[in-house]
């Protein structure tokens, strides 16, 4: 079956949520929003494009860091309103450095840190 | 840091997407949402808790399949507005029976279901 940006379900913004992770490791490395045309140029480009909510523009993710992610599979999830991208990171997802944007972590009660900025 | 629920950052309904991964494959196993009651919850009693845009009620996970995801960790992304619950999970997430909800992948164009539904 042809794959159609049209048959998912976008929120009433446009947008479906997009789980990158890590295809070697298996880390989750963030999680952000693409509207139909940024899956269709992520699938076309094969470099994982989302859409900035705060910037209202195509992020192609890495363009001004160099921390790109190569796409390795799109995934579609079962009610079709979300993605998950298999991607190879370039250094860190995270733009606090970290490979990871879930560097933080609930334990007893309390947040703590659990991964440090690359070098 | 005390954790505080009031310190995540929800959309316009008051809700937070959470991403379930298998503590132990790293499998990426579904996501869905959860209101800051949905969180605590959670927390309290070890046992995923969202919120059901549907149904408009929380969803302790597996209350009437069975397939309910025990909390190893939750994690919290640098927007504040994404989570990541690190689970383990009794047979499938999925509705569908399988494994994970992200069974269907877009590859050469097409799309192709990649995993079937468990016995």
Redesign the interface.
């Known amino acids: 079956?042809?794959?159609d940006t049209a048959s998912l379900r976008y929120n009433e913004a446009g947008l479906i949520?997009a789980?990158a992770?890590d295809a070697g490791?298996?880390?989750?490395l963030?999680?952000a929003w693409m509207n139909a045309e940024a899956v269709a140029r992520t699938?076309e480009t094969g470099r994982v494009t989302y859409w900035s909510r705060s910037r209202q523009a195509f992020w192609v993710k890495g363009e001004t860091s160099g921390h790109v992610q190569e796409l390795v599979?799109?995934?579609?999830?079962?009610?079709r309103d979300?993605l998950?991208v298999l991607v190879r990171q370039e250094g860190p997802a995270?733009?606090?450095n970290?490979r990871s944007?879930?560097?933080?972590?609930?334990?007893g009660?309390?947040?703590v840190i659990?991964s440090e900025p690359m070098e």
Chains 1, 2 share one sequence.
């Open positions: 079956m042809t794959f949520p789980v992770q490791s298996g880390e989750v963030m999680l699938l599979e799109m995934r579609v999830d079962c009610d979300a998950l995270c733009h606090t970290r944007c879930f560097y933080s972590a609930v334990r009660g309390d947040e659990i």
